[in-house]
């Protein structure tokens, strides 16, 4: 645990992530596997959700049962590899609203550039978590941060599948209240900005494409 980083060591997860870093895993168990690994995630970005208390009749009598506060969770999606973690969280809180952040890197000045942004109103009321597999150089996530700001979100947080220093770094310097949780830190990029010992590209992991 770095500062605002958690990592989860759950066996369940650590054994499921080493599958879908095994480079002959199928497209379809690399999907499953996500998909399970999300669910299991999502209860630890999950944790420290704001509660309250909603009075309630059992069969047998009245009590004070504990219930999430505020407006519903706002899951934001960081196109395309984050949809893969989106699905699995969803199942778990299929009343949370849904939004996309869409970003490309220019060739030229390698900064993240926005093609697409649809996310839910009154951010600034909702718990927002971000999900994207691949934490690396950190650009597109503090770009999305960046963005998901500006539309008003004031508690972020970040999970992702597996983190690079040098993304965290990034994130921390940019984003310091933005807590991050991930699988796995693993140790370092390479030139093309791949996570070492990582999965290799995520989206093409998980769809099947080159
Ligand atoms: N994005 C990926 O899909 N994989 C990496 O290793 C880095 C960024």
Same mark, same amino acid.
């Given at each position: 645990?770095?500062?605002?980083?958690?990592?989860?060591?759950?066996?369940?997860?650590?054994?499921?992530?080493?599958?879908?870093?095994?480079?002959?895993?199928?497209?379809?168990?690399?999907?499953?596997?996500?998909?399970?690994?999300?669910?299991?995630?999502?209860?630890?970005?999950?944790?420290?959700?704001?509660?309250?208390?909603?009075?309630?009749?059992?069969?047998?009598?009245?009590?004070?049962?504990?219930?999430?506060?505020?407006?519903?969770?706002?899951?934001?999606?960081? #196109?395309?590899?984050?949809? &893969?973690?989106? =699905?699995?969280?969803?199942?778990?809180?299929? @009343? *949370?609203?849904? !939004?996309?952040?869409?970003?490309?890197?220019?060739?030229?000045?390698?900064?993240?550039?926005?093609?697409?942004?649809?996310?839910?109103?009154?951010?600034?009321?909702?718990?927002?978590?971000?999900?994207?597999?691949?934490?690396?150089?950190?650009?597109?996530?503090?770009?999305?941060?960046? #963005?998901?700001?500006?539309? &008003?979100?004031? =508690?972020?947080?970040?999970?992702?599948?597996? @983190? *690079?220093?040098? !993304?965290?770094?990034?994130?921390?310097?940019?984003?310091?209240?933005?807590?991050?949780?991930?699988?796995?830190?693993?140790?370092?990029?390479?030139?093309?900005?791949?996570?070492?010992?990582?999965?290799?590209?995520?989206?093409?992991?998980?769809?099947?494409?080159?």
């Amino acid at each position: 645990m770095t500062n605002n980083v958690t990592v989860v060591t759950h066996p369940l997860v650590q054994h499921k992530l080493t599958i879908m870093r095994e480079k002959d895993t199928s497209s379809k168990s690399f999907r499953q596997l996500l998909r399970e690994i999300s669910h299991l995630m999502a209860y630890e970005v999950t944790r420290t959700l704001p509660m309250t208390t909603k009075r309630i009749e059992t069969p047998l009598c009245e009590m004070d049962a504990p219930m999430i506060e505020g407006k519903k969770l706002a899951l934001i999606s960081i #196109l395309r590899a984050g949809n &893969g973690l989106l =699905d699995g969280i969803l199942e778990l809180i299929p @009343a *949370a609203r849904v !939004g996309f952040v869409g970003l490309y890197r220019d060739p030229e000045t390698l900064q993240p550039v926005q093609y697409y942004f649809k996310v839910p109103t009154q951010l600034e009321d909702r718990v927002t978590i971000v999900v994207d597999p691949m934490l690396a150089t950190g650009n597109s996530s503090v770009a999305a941060v960046d #963005l998901l700001k500006k539309s &008003g979100a004031r =508690d972020i947080r970040f999970m992702c599948l597996l @983190a *690079a220093p040098e !993304g965290i770094k990034r994130m921390q310097g940019a984003h310091p209240d933005v807590s991050i949780v991930t699988a796995a830190i693993d140790s370092h990029l390479n030139d093309h900005g791949y996570i070492v010992p990582g999965l290799g590209d995520a989206g093409d992991r998980m769809f099947g494409t080159k």
